[in-house]
């Protein structure tokens, strides 16, 4: 039994473990006084990022007045600076840090209406 229990934690010990990608995950801003706004990355297929902006009532979630989706790619030379569009032709900028995001170089208006997307979004969950 001791010699099984040995071949399995040198098994599980010699399996490389996968690094977490800091930016992918949900991260939470301050839009406006009577809304929610967060902020989605994900891994795209082909390198890069999916990413999606959400702005909803701050007491009903499922009750959307805007849902942006876009993309972003790492800019050359940094691991920790994003750039892109949404779909909608708006440029944006996430520059990561400890915890948190920072949004910037928008015209903070992702769904045709004014909305602070710029600013700094906080870790949700783990």
């Not at 909608?88 to 520059?95: A, T």
């Amino acid at each position: 039994m001791k010699n099984l229990l040995a071949a399995a934690a040198l098994i599980f010990a010699a399996t490389p473990a996968t690094a977490r990608d800091p930016l992918v995950g949900d991260w939470g801003g301050s839009c406006r006084p009577d809304l929610q706004c967060w902020i989605e990355i994900r891994n795209a297929k082909g390198g890069g990022y999916r990413v999606r902006y959400v702005a909803a009532n701050s007491m009903d979630a499922s009750k959307v007045v805007c849902d942006a989706k876009g993309s972003v790619k790492a800019v050359p030379g940094t691991s920790t600076i994003l750039a892109g569009r949404f779909a909608r032709g708006q440029r944006i900028e996430i520059l990561s840090g400890r915890g948190e995001i920072v949004v910037g170089a928008t015209d903070n208006e992702p769904c045709g209406r004014p909305l602070a997307v710029n600013g700094v979004y906080q870790a949700i969950g783990d």
